[in-house]
């Protein structure tokens, strides 16, 4: 499966975004996604993951409360929606696949390229 990541920008501390995670294969609907980012100098670090059906997801302490993970099966997209963003947030952020699912896993076997999320304060 392929995986192209978008909706990245600049935003104020307090805003929001919604990041997009387009997918392409035929089994789409098998796979569990994640969202992972990387801040500058630190590294790769877990965010938020959904089942294949959906009815399981788990995020870090970091963004729970926060951020949402979603899917639509029917177009092959998975959606991470940003709330209450902080300066903190800040990151490239990438969306990964993986036939497993396991509430916090981070090896994933898919990933795509990044997205980068810059919250000024």
């Known amino acids: 499966v392929q995986l192209q990541a978008s909706g990245g920008g600049l935003v104020q501390a307090g805003g929001s975004l919604r990041l997009s995670c387009a997918a392409s294969?035929?089994?789409?609907?098998?796979?569990?996604m994640g969202w992972f980012r990387q801040a500058p100098g630190k590294a790769r670090e877990f965010v938020a993951t959904?089942?294949?059906?959906?009815?399981?997801?788990y995020y870090a302490d970091s963004v729970k409360g926060r951020f949402t993970i979603s899917r639509d099966n029917a177009k092959k997209m998975v959606y991470l929606q940003m709330n209450s963003l902080k300066p903190e947030d800040t990151a490239v952020y990438y969306c990964?696949?993986?036939?497993?699912?396991?509430?916090?896993?981070?090896?994933?076997?898919?990933w795509g390229q990044g997205t980068q999320v810059t919250v000024s304060s």
């Open positions: 990964a696949a993986d036939r497993v699912w396991v509430a916090g896993r981070s090896e994933y076997a898919y």
């Open positions: 294969g035929r089994t789409f609907s098998s796979y569990a």
């Open positions: 959904i089942s294949w059906s959906a009815d399981r997801t």
